[in-house]
């Protein structure tokens, strides 16, 4: 049901998870722990299953802040949570209050975990293509250096994330990349087809993440595409033609 990162246990106030899509109460193509509340599952077995998220991070029910994803590079500061499906939209949260979980949904999109044991300081980012290109990693490190963070301390952790060998993108996508940096033509690689290629969207997030000169990066290193048991995925539901997806969850909180 959840995953954890060595970076992050080490960190003894800290209390997080990359949630797969096992341990839940949803069927169908929903089985089981679809967190997703765009989705459309039905609403009590979504709650059902975010529930059990808080649960298994030691945080009270309705202690859960997850923001209306937009692929931005807006994060924002939460204090109290709001109704469930009622966030702003955003696509990082960041938190200094005990007891408050900050969260993001995927599908195939990188979620990153991040915090500053010694502030007491933590955050969640939903990193697609988008958001890494526009700089939500980024955004999200000022957000928590607002609450009192150091970058050189923060810990970053990327969870179950499409891998370059299911990314395949067309030209144009490819174009956007280089002509922002040439050096960018390293994480992509010619597929079997013409003028095409495949995106290591993790490594382009981990050297996002490097760059911004925080403490440690580390990836789980695990393909929602390739993973069908644990993990949901936007692009093999695409590929099958299925109408509708799960969501991954991923949260951190600050033990209260």
Same mark, same amino acid.
């Given at each position: ?133 526009t700089g939500i990693l +980024?955004?999200?490190?000022? &957000?928590?250096?607002? %609450? ?5 301390? *923060?810990? #970053?952790? =990327? $969870? ?28 992509? +690689?010619?597929?079997?087809? &013409?003028?095409?290629? %495949? ?5 382009? *997030?981990? #050297?996002? =993440? $490097? ?31 299925e109408p509708d997806y799960?969501?991954? %969850? ?7």
């Open positions: 049901m959840k995953l954890t990162s060595d970076a992050l246990s080490a960190l003894p106030s800290i209390r997080h998870g990359f949630f797969t899509r096992e341990g839940g109460v949803s069927d169908g193509i929903y089985a089981s722990l679809n967190c997703g509340v765009g989705s459309l599952d039905v609403r009590a077995a979504v709650n059902e299953n975010r529930a059990r998220v808080t649960a298994a991070l030691g945080v009270d029910p309705g202690r859960l802040a997850t923001p209306h994803q937009v692929h931005s590079d807006v994060a924002v500061i939460v204090d109290e949570p709001w109704q469930t499906g009622a966030g702003p939209k955003a696509d990082a949260v960041v938190t200094a209050r005990p007891g408050l979980a900050v969260g993001v949904g995927t599908a195939d999109c990188g979620p990153v975990l991040f915090a500053d044991g010694e502030a007491g300081v933590v955050g969640a980012a939903h990193s697609g293509w988008k958001g890494a290109f +980024e955004a999200t490190i000022d &957000a928590m250096e607002s %609450l009192g963070a150091r970058r050189e301390r *923060i810990v #970053a952790v =990327l $969870g179950p994330t499409i891998s370059r060998a299911a990314y395949e993108v067309g030209p144009e996508f490819r174009a956007r990349f280089l002509n922002a940096d040439a050096a960018n033509a390293r994480y992509f +690689e010619p597929s079997t087809r &013409a003028e095409h290629h %495949l995106f290591d969207l993790p490594a382009y *997030i981990g #050297a996002r =993440l $490097g760059a911004s000169g925080i403490g440690r990066f580390e990836d789980l290193a695990l393909c929602t595409y390739a993973d069908e048991a644990r993990f949901f995925s936007y692009r093999r539901t695409t590929h099958r033609g799960g969501r991954l %969850l991923h949260a951190i909180a600050i033990a209260d």
